[in-house]
């Protein structure tokens, strides 16, 4: 239960009055008419320092609100921190593992770099096996240009001597027939040259072309002398004599 001030005064004064009147004759009346103003005096300060009091209240009531409200904001301000420095933490919590990352990634790409190195060391190496190869194949494609022409040369010589044989194997069976013929035409006119000297011989005695005195044998060309794939004319002649 709350007590006003004044009230409390009130009762206060009413309880002294009664005892001053129970206790000392009306001749005191000045002195509890003084008492009471003095009370009065006493009661409107009272009254003053509780308005004084109320408005101090209030004014601390208000002061506390705004600091209630001040307090408040500050932690809200301070939870926004602590969640900013929570994120922040957080954040660099995650800039270690992405600097971690980084440099795995870094190492990667080094190593990447290496085997790109390798790469095209390799791919000169295959490049100048290739070449390699193609001049090889370059080289066995010609090798085997020159043999199939070497070949076809070899047959076309060979083609040729068969051809050369043949045309010497034709001229050589020409050339013997002619000499046979040469040969059984020479028999033949030896033996009519001798059958004709040995008649003339039995019948005069002499050889044709000598006389019994200066027999002398007549100058005339020998068989062997003639040749008859230049000299047709001369073995018609000398036929023609004999």
Same mark, same amino acid.
């Given at each position: ?8 005064v ?7 009055r009664?005892?001053?009147?129970s ?7 000045s002195?509890?008419t ?7 005096? /006493? ?5 003053m320092?509780? #308005?004084? &009091?109320? +408005?101090?209240?209030e *004014?601390?009531s208000? $002061? ?21 420095w ?11 593992d ?37 001049f090889y ?5 010609? /090798? ?7 070949? #076809?040369k &070899?047959? +076309?010589?060979?083609? *040729?001597?068969?051809? $050369? ?30 059958a004709k ?17 200066t027999?002398q044998?007549?100058?005339?060309s020998?068989l062997d ?18």
């Open positions: 239960m709350v007590f006003h001030p004044v009230f409390v009130w009762q206060l004064d009413n309880q002294s009664d005892s001053a009147l206790t000392q004759p009306a001749a005191n009346f002195r509890a003084k008492f009471v103003a003095e009370l009065l005096i /006493r009661i409107a300060s009272l009254f320092v509780s #308005q004084d &009091l109320t +408005n101090a209240a *004014y601390n208000n $002061l506390a609100h705004d600091i209630d409200r001040t307090i408040t904001t500050l932690h809200n301000a301070v939870l926004k921190k602590k969640q900013v929570s994120s922040l933490q957080s954040e660099t919590m995650c800039l270690d992405v600097i971690t990352s980084t440099e795995s990634v870094v190492n990667m790409i080094g190593k990447l770099r290496m085997d790109i190195s390798e790469m095209e060391e390799d791919l000169i190496r295959l490049e100048n096996l290739i070449e390699t190869e193609e194949r370059k080289q066995e494609n010609e /090798r085997t240009k020159l043999n199939l022409y070497r070949e #076809q &070899l047959e +076309n010589l060979d083609i *040729y001597r068969a051809t $050369l044989s043949a045309r010497h194997t034709e001229k050589m069976q020409k050339k013997e027939e002619e000499e046979s013929f040469v040969k059984q035409v020479k028999t033949e006119v030896l033996e009519k040259r001798f000297d040995m008649a003339n011989y039995k019948s005069f005695g002499v050889l044709p072309g000598t006389s019994p005195e027999p044998v007549r100058p005339q020998s002398d003639i040749e008859l794939d230049q000299d047709g004319d001369e073995l018609t002649k000398y036929l023609e004599d004999s």
